[in-house]
């Protein structure tokens, strides 16, 4: 009940609303604007570096020899849910307006979390060395799979495409920091673990910052105007219906894989889940400044949706484990 209550008043839940309220009465525009988006940009990239430095090589070579495991948690991110994130776009622009089926499609197309992952396959008493390769290996090949399946599934539409400066950005941005972050781990591993709860707020920060930076360009455009309570309604019930399908789909697929008990605990936290802090920094590359908050608005009710519902199922899943030993 203590976990429950924790994901449910979620201090950076509360500290996006903030956010997206300090962006809603006071917007950056002009110069101030411009300041932002460097002051974010150069947030993200330590954001990588660190993400890169908390990388343990250890960690994966233990977890790797599970490659059916870590190829069904791959298909569950990059197959099952851009499959669903489409099938979405398909419903009557009364049940799902095209604008939120938009953000729908970008956040099925977002790799898995790495510390809310592991920490719920933990919690559940799963492989923890398997989720930490897989959740490691989806966060890494997403910052080269997400923009791809943009570029494919949401250009067809006429949504977003992905162009040579956006594919240099990333890599610019993202993945050399990534890159360079792992590299030092030999030489900072020691101080990332030890500051490690410190360094959690570079994440959270650059998240805050790209979403104020957003938000900002957003709100100019009208965003109040595009988006009505009604469609906070379907994408809340859209999440929903999503996190359980996929969660539904992976826990009879673990089981049809003839998984252990611990594996299919890694196969359903780490196949379910869609990453903020990687979907954030991309869709502020990938679309236009005054898409963002309107693109990254469905994800952002997804990410606390889905913490809530895995504290609850994670701790259910412990105290199962703990009745049957």
């Known amino acids: 009940m203590k976990r429950f209550l924790e994901a449910v008043i979620d201090p950076f839940l509360l500290a996006l609303l903030a956010t997206v309220g300090l962006a809603a009465l006071f917007p950056a525009q002009g110069q101030v604007a411009g300041i932002v988006d460097i002051v974010a940009d150069i947030a993200i990239a330590l954001l990588f570096f660190f993400h890169g430095a908390k990388l343990s090589r250890e960690a994966i070579l233990a977890g790797m020899g599970h490659w059916r495991l870590h190829l069904s948690v791959l298909a569950s991110t990059f197959v099952l849910f851009p499959l669903l994130g489409l099938a979405a776009g398909l419903l009557p622009a009364s049940i799902l307006p095209p604008v939120i089926a938009t953000g729908i499609l970008y956040l099925c197309l977002l790799p898995s979390t790495v510390q809310s992952s592991i920490a719920f396959v933990s919690i559940a008493g799963g492989n923890v060395p398997a989720a930490i390769c897989s959740a490691s290996a989806s966060n890494l090949l997403g910052i080269f799979i997400t923009p791809l399946l943009v570029g494919l599934l949401m250009n067809a539409g006429g949504q977003a495409g992905i162009s040579l400066a956006a594919l240099e950005a990333i890599i610019l941005q993202l993945l050399v920091p990534f890159v360079a972050g792992h590299l030092a781990r030999p030489l900072i591993g020691r101080f ?134």
């Open 192 to 325: 990332v673990q030890k500051y490690r709860n410190s360094i959690s707020y570079t994440d959270r920060g650059s998240i805050l910052l790209v979403v104020y930076s957003a938000f900002s360009a957003a709100v100019v455009e009208g965003l109040w105007h595009k988006v009505a309570a009604s469609d906070l309604i379907a994408i809340a019930a859209a999440s929903i219906v999503l996190l359980a399908l996929v969660m539904g789909i992976t826990a009879l697929a673990g089981r049809w894989l003839g998984f252990n008990r611990a594996d299919r605990i890694v196969l359903l936290f780490c196949g379910s889940k869609k990453s903020l802090v990687s979907g954030v920094p991309m869709a502020s590359v990938l679309f236009p400044v005054a898409q963002v908050g309107l693109i990254i608005l469905p994800l952002m009710l997804f990410h606390q949706i889905q913490l809530i519902l895995c504290t609850w199922l994670a701790a259910r899943w412990r105290q199962e484990g703990a009745d049957k030993s």
